[in-house]
């Protein structure tokens, strides 16, 4: 069964910088594609990035190109989001995704979750 642990949330000023990472576990972790979801208060949650498994491609949100950056190192099975350029807009809770399909991370639909990050961006 897959697992996954976010880590790395806290308070920033705006413009600043983040990274939140995200820790998997179980065997079926393997092949799997990661994102990253977020939710602010009063608001559905909307996509923000994610990664095949083999590192290869990426796919980012248009609020957030060029100033996020996923990436995943396989060897010890985590995925972080290396978050510049902060806004307060930015704020929401970060949710870690993995699925076996890349659409169902872009569309938030299933996958395994993990139990969310807080982020705070200060303006």
């Known amino acids: 069964q897959v697992q996954l642990v976010e880590s790395g949330g806290g308070l920033v000023q705006a413009g600043g910088s983040l990274t939140v990472s995200c820790a998997g576990s179980?065997?079926?972790?393997?092949?799997?594609?990661t994102g990253w979801l977020r939710q602010a208060p009063g608001k559905e949650r909307e996509f923000v990035a994610a990664?095949?498994?083999?590192?290869?491609?990426?796919y980012y949100a248009d609020s957030v190109k060029g100033r996020f950056t996923i990436s995943r190192v396989i060897a010890n099975n985590t995925v972080y989001l290396q978050m510049n350029s902060l806004k307060p807009e930015d704020t929401a809770v970060y949710y870690c995704?993995?699925?076996?399909?890349?659409?169902?991370?872009?569309?938030?639909?299933?996958?395994?979750w993990g139990q969310g990050t807080q982020v705070t961006v200060s303006s």
């Open positions: 995704n993995a699925s076996p399909r890349m659409s169902t991370i872009v569309a938030g639909t299933g996958g395994v």
């Open positions: 179980g065997r079926a972790f393997s092949g799997y594609a």
């Open positions: 990664i095949t498994w083999s590192g290869g491609s990426t």
